[in-house]
């Protein structure tokens, strides 16, 4: 089953307790992203990576750190969490970047990781 | 960076009403896409227009492209209790960034 897979689904941590949450495709997508999604704030992107060893910033970078050293795979890194930092986060990808033609490859989601950081 | 607006925020209807939303933005976009989130999950593509003024439908979601490029709706017929979630309108801008930029969402709570 084609899916985008996020572990952890729920963490509960600690302020500057480094961790990482992982994000793994198994359709050979190129893209991949995260965001975050906030109560009136929608979704947000954090980075994306266009391919292995290429990711660039989002919107709301600071605080996070990502690696693309194999396609299939997106960590999301927090190396020092802080409460501002709890979220509900996403990592999505697809094909091709999505590009505006009938040919982009649909945005896939995951289902989501809740992080508490107290 | 890049906006959209997405109206209402929120929703509260009986089962069996029609929906509709819509998400402005005040630069020009070349794609317009509308995505539902169900309570706990990511969010799941439900329709895309890619040309301006295309009107496409999915069962009961209507969708249109603005015909100014700037602005997109969506419109759900005869609302039932499933429908319940979040909807996210996204859209990529002209310039062919790789960016894709979401509306805040509107929460729709269906009553049975």
């Known amino acids: 089953e084609a899916q985008v897979t996020q572990n952890p689904r729920y963490l509960i941590t600690v302020t500057g307790k480094k961790l990482t949450v992982t994000c793994s495709q198994n359709?050979?997508?190129?893209?991949m992203s995260w965001y975050r999604q906030d109560p009136g704030l929608g979704l947000r992107q954090i980075y994306y990576?266009?391919?292995?060893?290429?990711?660039d910033k989002g919107d709301v970078p600071e605080g996070y750190k990502v690696s693309r050293k194999e396609k299939r795979n997106f960590p999301l890194i927090l190396e020092s969490p802080s409460p501002n930092q709890t979220s509900l986060y996403f990592c999505?990808?697809?094909?091709?970047?999505?590009?505006?033609?009938?040919?982009?490859?649909?945005?896939?989601f995951g289902e989501g990781s809740r992080l508490t950081v107290l | 960076g890049q906006q959209l607006n997405q109206s209402p925020q929120s929703m509260f209807i009986q089962e069996g009403e029609d929906v509709s939303m819509n998400c402005t933005s005040s630069?020009?976009?070349?794609?317009w896409l509308w995505y539902k989130q169900d309570p706990g999950e990511g969010p799941v593509l439900l329709i895309a227009?890619?040309?301006?003024?295309e009107l496409t439908s999915n069962g009961r979601l209507t969708a249109q492209f603005g015909i100014t490029r700037k602005d997109s709706f969506l419109n759900i017929s005869a609302s039932i209790p499933s429908d319940v979630g979040i909807y996210f309108c996204?859209?990529?801008?002209?310039?062919?960034?790789?960016?894709?930029?979401f509306g805040k969402g509107t929460k729709l709570t269906v009553n049975p």
């Open positions: 990576s266009m391919n292995v060893e290429v990711t």
């Open positions: 996204a859209g990529q801008s002209q310039g062919g960034s790789e960016k894709l930029v």
């Open positions: 630069s020009i976009f070349n794609t």
């Open positions: 227009l890619y040309k301006a003024g």
């Open positions: 359709m050979n997508h190129e893209y």
């Open positions: 999505a990808s697809s094909l091709i970047p999505p590009w505006p033609n009938e040919d982009t490859g649909e945005l896939f």
